[in-house]
């Protein structure tokens, strides 16, 4: 028998009928596991794995993989060169988080606009204080770094708001929404021209520490910077200089160098910083939205006709 894993977190409710219908019942065998245990027990037989990232250690169990269909977007956290070597084909969750990701960014400006995250500092030390900015970000400038399915719902949402986008992208091109898309060339103009910073880049070679002090110097004083993407790209010793020195107004972020955030990092104590605990990216419709990636796939897969959503580059890493 071939062996279909789905290794998804208990409160994500996985639809075995779905995969069921799909699945030719006499040939497969579907295995759907919540645990990285089980997922180590399970995974050296399988053919087809549909999984969250887990520890690397246990996928490497994997040799006999010959499709990993990620629900991430990210891939960094699975063995890629292993997978490729072995002739497995990866895809990713390209598409799934777009609207409640770019939900997230929009409640995040507007939020650090009206000074809610001082707001609630002073509700719970019970201070009755009216002096906070209180500003708008219909007028302001948005620059999004990663133009990607994610980025363009941000940039359709932001323009409905009043804002001006401009958008970093490997290859420039006109992108609906976006006033102006620049290339790594222009990336300086864009962080000084910026009232707002949405980081949606990925964790890879090229991006790591992209975001280090000389670049975060060029950021207006009363800027803010949202980092949704990974916490790599940005080199967090340089962020916290600059935001001890009240040279950018806030941070935002949900995603870290190291995670969980170090109990000792300056990060929990500083008042012009958001944290949130990496979970941007969820959503109680997240399987939902993720099925129809999946099931597109998998009769690809299966019958070998048609095209695979969000295959994987790995020489990009994305």
């Not at 208990?10 to 065998?29: G, I, N």
């Not at 050296?44 to 690397?56: G, H, N, W």
Request: one cysteine or more; proline letters at 5%; a negative charge.
């Amino acid at each position: 028998m071939r062996k279909l894993v789905v290794y998804a977190p208990k409160y994500l409710k996985v639809d075995r009928e779905a995969f069921e219908k799909l699945l030719p019942a006499d040939e497969w065998q579907l295995e759907t596991v919540i645990r990285p245990e089980e997922l180590a027990e399970t995974i050296e037989d399988a053919e087809v794995l549909v999984a969250f990232p887990c520890e690397m250690d246990i996928l490497r169990k994997g040799r006999r993989l010959k499709w990993v269909q990620a629900l991430s977007v990210g891939v960094d956290a699975f063995p890629l060169k292993e997978l490729i070597d072995q002739g497995a084909v990866v895809t990713n969750g390209k598409g799934i988080h777009r609207i409640h990701m770019a939900e997230y960014a929009i409640a995040a400006m507007v939020m650090l606009a009206r000074s809610i995250h001082i707001l609630m500092r002073r509700q719970f030390s019970g201070q009755w204080d009216r002096k906070s900015l209180q500003g708008e970000i219909n007028g302001a400038t948005l620059g999004i770094l990663g133009l990607g399915t994610i980025g363009e719902e941000v940039a359709r949402k932001a323009e409905f708001m009043g804002m001006r986008v401009l958008g970093l992208k490997n290859n420039p091109r006109e992108v609906p929404h976006v006033d102006k898309v620049v290339g790594m060339e222009s990336i300086e103009w864009l962080f000084s021209e910026s009232d707002y910073i949405v980081n949606l880049l990925p964790g890879t070679p090229a991006t790591e520490h992209l975001v280090n002090r000389a670049l975060l110097e060029k950021m207006k004083p009363e800027a803010c910077l949202i980092n949704m993407g990974r916490g790599s790209t940005i080199k967090e010793a340089d962020l916290i200089e600059v935001l001890r020195e009240g040279k950018i107004r806030a941070f935002w972020s949900d995603v870290f160098e190291a995670e969980p955030l170090p109990e000792n990092s300056p990060l929990w104590h500083m008042e012009n910083v958001v944290i949130t605990p990496h979970i941007c990216g969820e959503s109680t419709k997240y399987m939902e939205k993720a099925m129809e990636i999946i099931s597109n796939n998998l009769q690809v897969y299966l019958s070998g006709e048609g095209t695979m959503m969000n295959l994987v580059d790995p020489q990009k890493g994305y």
